[in-house]
């Protein structure tokens, strides 16, 4: 199992840690430093489809730097959830109409987007960990 780590910064600002990179999250009206943990959540679902659509080009032909991948989303009426995202891929040139259903066929598997379109299993687990004071003064 891989593991990525969330320390609290200050306010409703988060340093998410994914192996050797840091990403900052944070809300609007809260210091606005880095995207929303919601957006976050958007983001790798399109570039995890511009990861893919971009492979899939490159082999056809489609060269590097010329794709553009974006991601419109709804909320739903409550704000609880994300209930659509539109992914829009672009190039310089276009897309011909023949790849069309291939590319789309490509991008729906991703791994992001197969991960949310199935059942996916999250556990809970809550503990203390002793503050860097306590374990200073050992």
Do not use: N
Request: hydrophobic content about 40%.
């Amino acid at each position: 199992m891989s593991t990525i780590s969330v320390l609290h910064d200050t306010g409703d600002r988060f340093r998410i840690k994914i192996r050797d990179h840091e990403v900052v999250v944070d809300q609007p009206g809260s210091g606005d430093t880095g995207p929303t943990p919601t957006e976050l959540f958007v983001a790798s679902l399109v570039s995890c489809a511009a990861f893919y659509a971009r492979r899939f080009l490159a082999r056809r032909g489609v060269g590097d730097g010329e794709l553009i991948v974006s991601g419109d989303f709804m909320w739903a009426d409550d704000h609880t959830r994300v209930t659509a995202v539109a992914i829009r891929v672009e190039t310089a040139r276009g897309i011909p109409e023949e790849l069309h259903a291939a590319l789309a066929r490509v991008v729906e598997h991703c791994t992001v987007h197969e991960s949310i379109a199935r059942h996916i299993e999250v556990s809970w687990d809550f503990a203390a960990r002793p503050l860097e004071s306590e374990v200073a003064g050992d």
